[in-house]
């Protein structure tokens, strides 16, 4: 990842996906405040209707465009809008997501794969819908994909979430792998928030009753112990600033799980 000077980011154009609330919304203020202009997605019209009037009364200009993730011809026409409103992308944030909570066997089969529909599926369309485009511009642009914590870890009864971010991640870094290889200037960064206080887990599915009890423990344990949105939202901008691939919202937490998942596999042991 090239450094990127964040002054140069003024008078370009940003698309954050699942904007219309928590990190999404933090992303795309952090953008405005450095003077790019900021398209919003979601499928929550209410929330992206909230998120595009305060960034307009703040000055930016914006464009909110629902679009539901899952649907490649809905990003798509995402990308089309985008380009022709405000021309060439300089940064892509592939951030819808949503949690899942229950263990593997009892999880129903719609709702897995509907969490894979949004967490992979949907960062793979917007990789689809806006590589060709910046390819094509030949100008410098990064694509951001929220993996999360969770995409280096593995946890008991958020199997179908992990996967899913285990996963986004893979495609992440084969996407930095395929950029590189191919000279252009784009560039490739993760973002992988620990604990941030939003409501995803209220807004998650849950199956059987083991999916309940972590659901309302893990919504009250992002309230008591999660950064801010915003403060995910800076250590992004930052990570970009300093040229990292891996971003992280707690640095220190992120290196005592990775050196564990390290231990783990070098070490040939089982899950623990
Ligand atoms: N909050 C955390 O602790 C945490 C930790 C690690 C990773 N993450 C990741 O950060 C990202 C943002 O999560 P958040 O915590 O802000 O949650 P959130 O629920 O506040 O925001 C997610 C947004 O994505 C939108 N969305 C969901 N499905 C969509 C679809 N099919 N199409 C378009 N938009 C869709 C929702 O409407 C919502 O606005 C997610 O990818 C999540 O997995 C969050």
Redesign the pocket.
Known sequence: MRAIDLRDLADTTAVV?????????AIARHAAALGMRVAL????TG?LDRVAAELTEAGAEVLAVR????VADDVERLAAAVTERFGPVRLLVN?????STGRLWELDPAHFARVH???VA?VFHGIRSFVPRMLAAGTPATVVN?????AVTTVAAQAA?VAS?HAALALTECLALELAESGAPVTVAAL?????????YA?AGADGAAGDALRARMQGF?RER?VT?EAAAQSLFDGLAAGEFWIYTDPERADVLLRQRAERLTGHLPPA
């Open positions: 996906t699942g904007a219309a609330s928590g990190i999404g919304a997605a979601d499928f929550d929330g679009c539901d993730v899952t951030n819808a997501g949503i949690e529909g949004v967490n949907g929220t993996a999360s914590i969770g979430y971010k992988l928030p620990g604990p941030v206080d939003t409501a995803i807004n992002l999660g949105p």
